[in-house]
């Protein structure tokens, strides 16, 4: 993991990450906001704020005394609270998800995922991807939530040929147009196997990650001109089994993914990984546990042409002080 405040040019772009204290004490550095965030930029740079979560779980209300390191921490009227505080400040923005919104406190058990993604969409996600859990009251249980959610589902190595009905709320991928820059998503979902029942998923079918995520890139890339390419992962971000396919696998073995959202393993990083890689440039890895404790914020600057220049971060705890 790169600590160092420059990262060093590469083919593409060159990359500076500036690491801000998220408030958990984690043992962030303590660069001030206002020296990450608040400086100038020279005339023509843009600046694009990229937002996200990952494994929410029905998590609606915070935490409860009494919960440990996550005690009243989360709670989604602090997250809306604090999106529109980010959004006011920084109107060019995205805001996405990594999957398992479903599925961990009795507002799954009684609304089974509609009430998430009525909040989510107040909250005016962008885009998420599917995970694990989503399957968790069957294909059809999803189908009959996924109304709700004002936003699509990108999942871009499930095949639908077998479940057209789930599949009518996805897409491979998305391009969002931000100030003028281009911006692809794609996502990747868990393996099945040894995770998620037959039955449950029944119809949907997982493709190689791998395979899927260097496809998907290169499309969005020279088909699409794509200035930036984001992958929502629910891949999980490592594992000690090297042939489990993870965040820093897909990172490591495959160009052109600039940041990648994950999600799965529950990982709250103190800060991004970033991974580099010979003949392209680094790639970003974020992941920010779970329940909604925490807001992943990257700040990615653009020159006047839309090439990529830097990444500063804050996650955000989302606590009793917002």
């Known amino acids: 993991m790169k600590s160092s405040a420059l990262i060093r040019a590469h083919s593409r772009r ?30 023509g740079q843009k600046r694009i704020t990229i937002m996200h979560t990952n494994d929410t779980h029905a998590r609606i209300e915070p935490f409860p005394d009494g919960s440990g390191r996550y005690a009243n921490m989360g709670g989604t009227a602090r997250r809306a609270a604090l999106i529109k505080k980010i959004r006011q400040a920084q109107p060019h923005n995205l805001l996405l998800d990594a999957g398992d919104v479903f599925q961990g406190t009795p507002y799954f058990n ?26 968790d009251n069957k294909v059809e249980g999803f189908v009959e939530v996924a109304p709700k959610a004002r936003f699509p589902f990108v999942i871009s190595n499930y095949d639908f040929s077998g479940a057209p009905a789930m599949g009518a709320f996805t897409r491979p991928h998305l391009i969002k147009h931000v100030d003028g820059v281009r911006i692809g998503i794609f996502g ?4 099945f196997k040894n995770l998620v029942l037959p039955h449950l998923h029944q119809g949907v079918q997982d493709r190689d990650a791998i395979a899927t995520a260097s496809e998907m890139t290169q499309r969005l890339r020279q088909d699409f001109h794509c200035d930036m390419v984001i992958c929502l992962s629910h891949l999980g971000y490592r594992y000690d089994d090297p042939e489990q396919v993870s965040d820093q696998i897909v990172a490591n ?19 991004p990984e970033i991974v580099e890689k010979a003949g ?20 990615f600057e653009f020159t006047r042409t839309n090439r990529l ?3 500063s971060v804050a996650n955000q705890s989302i606590d009793a002080s917002i």
């Open 280 to 299: 392209d440039a680094p790639t970003v890895i974020s992941q920010v546990g779970h329940g909604g404790v925490v807001l992943g914020r990257l700040d």
């Open 309 to 311: 220049r830097g990444v």
């Open 14 to 43: 060159q990359f500076i990450k500036q690491v801000s204290a998220a408030g958990l004490g984690l043992g962030l550095m303590s660069l001030s906001p206002v020296a990450a965030y608040g400086r100038r930029l020279d005339s």
């Open 188 to 191: 990747l979902g868990v393996a």
């Open 110 to 135: 009684f609304y089974e995922g509609a009430l998430d993604y009525e909040l989510m969409s107040m909250m005016g996600y962008d885009a998420s991807t599917i995970g694990n859990h989503e399957f």
């Open 253 to 271: 073995q495959v160009h052109g993914i600039d940041l990648i959202i994950g999600g799965h393993t529950h990982t709250l990083l103190d800060e």
